[in-house]
């Protein structure tokens, strides 16, 4: 035994002489986290830059006293409840309009028709049409705007819809008076103008998902989501720095050389096992460490973080050895496993996280360990704890021991 | 010259033959492209797609209306869950987001009493934030004919000196649903650029992302082998034997070139006929932007082969680098969805211009003109890149 750990820390002293090494280790994982943390915003907020959004209003309102629809949209996209969301600029013409979206000044434009006024008060005829012309390049910041504008368009309709709505079951209810008809029709249409701003009967509230287990919702920082695939997957090229020393000691001649001496073959492929184990554990524990004191990431319970943290070492040193296993020279395994660790990140949302979320994406990261690692993570990070990550742990555990059985087996066949 | 073709050939040829080499350059990049492809949310906004678990459907007149207008919103894709189901449906991405429709939601609509829902969502999510956005103009119509309802009966009501019955709501539900179905103001949206169908989509963003990410990955084997041939004493020799620095130098970089420009090539022609994307509306404008990026991944190549001595740190570097200039250049993901300030700070870097390139050749309409500026940002880099890496250049 104490020959194969004294392998084992020659291999682990070896690594940390190595500064590419500890570079892809390291310095690459936080670098990533702090630069995709900061893409999302800072801290504990996530914001996405406000959308460039220019207006053309046309509408010169229905007549003296009455005000101007066109005025009332421009208004709601100015208002302070978008202004983080959108900058509002006033143009005067729809070509201006759309050269600034076409130039890439502006994000979107809404162009507000010359009628719009005449089109609600049923004074002109047919209807009115508001042109939202934007990048195609972009979804979000446009599609802000046209919720913004679809909104108000439907406070317009409603408003329309009322009054008529209002005037024809006076009718039906025995009203004949034209002016006793037009004054209902008009205050209905105040009424819903005036109320539409204020209570809405159905309201909706927001909030992150509550782990099962978990006694309320808890909400992680963005740069600790993002350390968390980083931190999986680069424990994977830390893996299979280790992993590849039985390479370079065979391609060296000292792997030979160590088999002359009365070792058993199994001590020495032992101890070279037990330092990838080893190497791995280290790197999680120091980039959680880092996480905790630079992103202020909190983990939860010490408990479930041992253990997965435990989990997540075994199954990427399984996958350093299993990848290394197969190729023949240093040169091969270094690629090949890039090749495959890069392929497990994709398949496993380690870039995209929760950027981009849809249904198979959660049946196809399953297929990958590093897939059921990163739900168990999240899971913790969410607040959850033994019975939320107890699939995970199992699942990815079952693959640590198939990998390892695999690498043991082709290891064996070529050296033992 | 002579001496540089022999290179170029002499690397060719142990590119086609390194298996590895073409994982990278070709399998991992279309891999890629289709996986993200299909993850990414479409610009189609016919398309239906993103799934939204909705709880609470006990069966009265209210949520059944509200649980088919959430399906005929084309955007969503409606599955029903039980409330302790959706968190965990959420949390684990089996759905961009959840809705939950409290008890007693049926009773206080028809009551007209206030009524507050629960979205249930990952902060981060992209299609969480178009999934509430098509909800909340669901609820915002519901809200309107509620008011509309209300406003034109009690308003009756009034005149006739009554109160609003349910009789006279019931009358006035149905004039304001047909003034409703037929409103005086809609909202068009157009896309801007030449091709109306034109529209930001997950292969749209997956492509061009494979291409910028992919590129270094494609230098990995000539510049692997640089740093091994440096190592074994090979650079040393051709040097001795009379072959100048200069020739090495242009034999590796002409390598990179081809090899990542066929491959540029390769994603390209996948693109547009297996995606529909329309690449070859501005050939001349295509082309720039192709060799730029294959010099300047050639002159990446150089550099980190010039400045590494060990194939460790070579690979190391070059998949660092790749992952940081897709990250933050926006091959990953759009950078429209990122932090204030970080568009800014990503546009100092070539892959963001190379990004923007694309798009707009593809969704603009963008000619030779209009990349001229990107690509410039671009052959900056190049120079520094390729200065830097003559600087550090060592046979030994």
Same mark, same amino acid.
């Given at each position: 035994?104490?020959? /194969?750990?004294?392998?084992?820390?020659?291999?682990?002293?070896?690594?940390?002489?190595?500064?590419?090494? !500890?570079?892809?280790?390291?310095? /690459?994982?936080?670098? *990533?986290?702090?630069?995709?943390?900061?893409?999302?915003?800072?801290?504990?907020?996530?914001?996405?830059?406000? /959308?460039?959004?220019?207006?053309?209003?046309?509408?010169?309102?229905?007549?003296?006293?009455?005000?101007? /629809?066109? %005025?009332?949209?421009?208004?709601?996209?100015?208002?302070?409840?978008?202004?983080?969301?959108?900058?509002? =600029?006033?143009?005067?013409?729809?070509?201006?309009?759309?050269?600034?979206?076409?130039?890439?000044?502006?994000?979107?434009?809404?162009?507000?028709?010359?009628?719009?006024?005449?089109?609600?008060?049923?004074?002109?005829?047919?209807?009115?049409?508001?042109?939202?012309?934007?990048?195609?390049?972009?979804?979000?910041?446009?599609?802000? %705007?046209?919720?913004?504008?679809?909104?108000?368009?439907?406070?317009?309709?409603?408003?329309?819809?009322?009054?008529?709505?209002?005037?024809?079951?006076?009718?039906?209810?025995?009203?004949?008076?034209?002016?006793?008809?037009?004054?209902? +029709?008009?205050?209905?249409?105040?009424?819903?103008?005036?109320?539409?701003?204020?209570?809405?009967?159905?309201?909706?509230?927001?909030?992150?998902?509550?782990? %099962?287990?978990?006694?309320?919702?808890?909400?992680?920082?963005?740069?600790?989501?993002?350390?968390?695939?980083?931190?999986?997957?680069?424990?994977?090229?830390?893996?299979?720095?280790?992993?590849?020393?039985?390479?370079?000691?065979?391609?060296?001649?000292?792997?030979?050389?160590?088999?002359?001496?009365?070792?058993?073959?199994?001590?020495?492929?032992?101890?070279?096992?037990?330092?990838?184990?080893?190497?791995?554990?280290?790197?999680?524990?120091?980039?959680?460490?880092?996480?905790?004191?630079?992103?202020?990431?909190?983990?939860?319970?010490?408990?479930?973080?041992?253990?997965?943290?435990?989990?997540?070492? *075994?199954?990427?040193?399984? !996958?350093?050895?299993?990848?290394?296993?197969?190729?023949? =020279?240093?040169?091969?395994?270094?690629?090949?496993?890039?090749?495959?660790?890069?392929?497990?990140?994709?398949?496993?949302?380690?870039?995209?996280?929760?950027?981009?979320?849809?249904?198979?994406?959660?049946?196809?990261?399953?297929?990958?360990?590093?897939?059921?690692?990163?739900?168990?993570?999240?899971?913790?990070?969410?607040?959850?704890?033994?019975?939320?990550?107890?699939?995970?742990?199992?699942?990815?555990?079952?693959? +640590?021991?198939?990998?390892?059985?695999?690498?043991?087996?082709?290891?064996?066949?070529?050296?033992? | 010259?002579?001496?540089?073709?022999?290179?170029?050939?002499?690397?060719?040829?142990?590119?086609?033959?390194? $298996?590895?080499?073409?994982?990278?350059?070709?399998?991992?990049?279309?891999?890629?492209?289709?996986?993200?492809?299909?993850?990414? #949310?479409?610009?189609?906004?016919?398309?239906?797609?993103? @799934?939204?678990?909705?709880?609470?459907?006990?069966?009265? $007149? &209210?949520?059944?209306?509200?649980?088919?207008?959430?399906?005929?919103? $084309?955007?969503?894709?409606?599955?029903?869950?039980?409330?302790?189901?959706?968190?965990?449906?959420?949390?684990?991405?089996?759905?961009?987001?959840?809705?939950?429709? #409290?008890?007693?939601?049926?009773?206080?609509?028809?009551?007209?009493?206030?009524?507050?829902?629960?979205?249930?969502?990952?902060?981060?999510?992209?299609?969480?934030?178009?999934?509430?956005?098509?909800?909340?103009?669901?609820?915002?119509?519901?809200?309107?004919?509620?008011?509309?309802?209300?406003?034109? &009966?009690?308003?009756?009501?009034?005149?006739?000196?009554?109160?609003?019955?349910?009789?006279?709501?019931?009358?006035?539900?149905?004039?304001?649903? &047909?003034?409703?179905?037929? @409103?005086?103001?809609?909202?068009?949206?157009?896309?801007?650029?030449?091709?109306?169908?034109?529209?930001?989509?997950?292969?749209?963003?997956?492509?061009?992302?494979?291409?910028?990410?992919?590129?270094?990955?494609?230098?990995?084997?000539?510049?692997?082998?640089?740093?091994?041939?440096?190592?074994?004493?090979?650079?040393?020799?051709?040097?001795?034997?009379?072959?100048?620095?200069?020739?090495?130098?242009?034999?590796?970089?002409?390598?990179?070139?081809?090899?990542?420009?066929?491959?540029?090539?390769?994603?390209?022609?996948?693109?547009?006929?297996?995606?529909?994307?329309?690449?070859?509306?501005? #050939?001349?404008?295509?082309?720039?932007?192709?060799?730029?990026?294959?010099?300047?991944?050639?002159?990446?190549?150089?550099?980190?082969?010039?400045?590494?001595?060990?194939?460790?740190?070579?690979?190391?570097?070059?998949?660092?680098?790749?992952?940081?200039?897709?990250?933050?250049?926006?091959?990953?993901? $759009?950078?429209?969805?990122?932090?204030?300030?970080?568009?800014?700070?990503?546009?100092?870097?070539?892959?963001?211009?190379?990004?923007?390139?694309?798009?707009?050749?593809?969704?603009?309409?963008?000619?030779?003109?209009?990349?001229?500026? #990107?690509?410039?940002?671009?052959?900056?880099?190049?120079?520094?890149?390729?200065?830097?890496?003559?600087?550090?250049?060592?046979?030994?």
């Amino acid at each position: 035994m104490m020959r /194969a750990l004294s392998i084992a820390w020659k291999d682990t002293v070896h690594v940390y002489r190595d500064f590419a090494g !500890l570079a892809m280790m390291f310095i /690459a994982p936080l670098v *990533l986290a702090t630069v995709l943390g900061a893409a999302f915003g800072s801290g504990d907020n996530f914001s996405i830059a406000a /959308a460039k959004t220019v207006v053309v209003d046309q509408d010169a309102g229905a007549g003296a006293g009455m005000p101007a /629809a066109g %005025a009332t949209l421009v208004a709601a996209l100015q208002s302070p409840e978008v202004g983080d969301l959108l900058t509002v =600029t006033e143009v005067d013409s729809p070509e201006a309009a759309r050269e600034a979206v076409d130039s890439g000044d502006a994000a979107v434009a809404v162009i507000i028709p010359p009628g719009l006024s005449d089109a609600l008060t049923g004074t002109a005829p047919g209807k009115a049409e508001i042109e939202i012309y934007k990048d195609p390049a972009l979804t979000v910041g446009p599609s802000i %705007a046209e919720a913004v504008a679809e909104s108000v368009v439907q406070s317009f309709n409603g408003s329309r819809a009322a009054a008529a709505a209002a005037a024809r079951l006076a009718v039906a209810q025995g009203l004949t008076g034209n002016a006793q008809i037009a004054d209902i +029709a008009t205050k209905t249409a105040a009424v819903v103008a005036m109320e539409a701003r204020d209570d809405a009967q159905i309201t909706l509230e927001q909030r992150n998902p509550v782990v %099962a287990g978990a006694e309320k919702e808890k909400r992680p920082n963005v740069a600790s989501q993002v350390l968390v695939g980083m931190m999986l997957f680069f424990m994977l090229f830390g893996a299979s720095v280790p992993a590849r020393s039985v390479l370079d000691e065979h391609r060296n001649g000292t792997l030979s050389r160590l088999f002359t001496t009365p070792t058993r073959r199994g001590v020495i492929l032992g101890g070279k096992f037990i330092a990838v184990f080893v190497v791995v554990l280290v790197q999680a524990i120091i980039l959680m460490l880092a996480g905790w004191l630079l992103f202020k990431a909190d983990w939860g319970e010490p408990g479930p973080v041992t253990a997965l943290l435990v989990c997540s070492a *075994l199954v990427a040193a399984s !996958l350093g050895l299993v990848t290394v296993s197969f190729a023949k =020279t240093p040169g091969q395994a270094g690629a090949v496993s890039s090749a495959i660790f890069v392929f497990l990140g994709l398949v496993s949302g380690n870039f995209t996280g929760t950027i981009v979320t849809s249904g198979p994406f959660a049946t196809v990261r399953r297929v990958s360990p590093i897939g059921w690692l990163m739900e168990g993570w999240s899971k913790l990070l969410y607040g959850g704890s033994w019975g939320s990550i107890a699939l995970p742990v199992l699942v990815a555990l079952g693959f +640590a021991v198939v990998l390892f059985a695999v690498s043991v087996f082709f290891f064996r066949r070529r050296y033992a | 010259m002579r001496r540089t073709r022999h290179i170029v050939g002499k690397e060719l040829l142990q590119n086609l033959r390194d $298996p590895l080499a073409l994982i990278f350059t070709i399998v991992m990049p279309l891999v890629f492209t289709v996986f993200l492809g299909f993850l990414i #949310p479409g610009g189609d906004e016919n398309e239906s797609g993103l @799934p939204l678990a909705v709880a609470g459907a006990d069966g009265s $007149p &209210a949520v059944t209306q509200l649980m088919e207008a959430l399906e005929a919103t $084309p955007l969503l894709e409606v599955k029903t869950m039980t409330s302790a189901e959706i968190d965990e449906a959420v949390q684990d991405q089996k759905v961009a987001a959840g809705l939950l429709i #409290p008890e007693g939601y049926g009773a206080a609509v028809e009551a007209g009493r206030q009524v507050t829902l629960t979205f249930v969502r990952v902060q981060t999510s992209s299609g969480a934030q178009s999934a509430r956005q098509a909800v909340e103009s669901v609820l915002s119509g519901s809200n309107m004919a509620t008011l509309a309802t209300q406003a034109a &009966a009690e308003q009756v009501a009034t005149a006739l000196e009554n109160t609003a019955d349910d009789g006279l709501i019931g009358a006035a539900r149905a004039l304001v649903e &047909a003034q409703l179905a037929d @409103p005086a103001v809609e909202v068009a949206t157009r896309s801007g650029g030449t091709s109306v169908a034109a529209r930001m989509g997950g292969f749209e963003q997956s492509s061009k992302g494979s291409m910028v990410y992919w590129v270094l990955f494609g230098v990995m084997s000539v510049g692997g082998t640089m740093v091994l041939e440096r190592q074994r004493g090979l650079l040393r020799r051709l040097n001795a034997i009379g072959v100048r620095a200069r020739e090495i130098i242009g034999g590796k970089m002409i390598t990179m070139i081809i090899v990542t420009f066929l491959q540029q090539l390769l994603l390209v022609l996948v693109g547009r006929f297996a995606f529909g994307i329309d690449y070859f509306s501005s #050939p001349a404008a295509l082309l720039l932007i192709m060799v730029s990026l294959s010099v300047m991944a050639a002159a990446f190549g150089l550099l980190i082969a010039s400045v590494f001595r060990t194939e460790g740190g070579f690979v190391a570097t070059n998949v660092i680098t790749a992952l940081l200039l897709g990250a933050l250049g926006g091959a990953w993901f $759009p950078l429209e969805i990122t932090s204030p300030g970080f568009t800014k700070v990503a546009h100092v870097l070539p892959s963001a211009w190379l990004m923007d390139s694309l798009h707009g050749i593809t969704l603009k309409g963008w000619g030779i003109a209009d990349v001229l500026g #990107p690509m410039g940002v671009v052959w900056i880099w190049i120079v520094a890149l390729f200065v830097v890496a003559v600087w550090r250049y060592r046979p030994d």
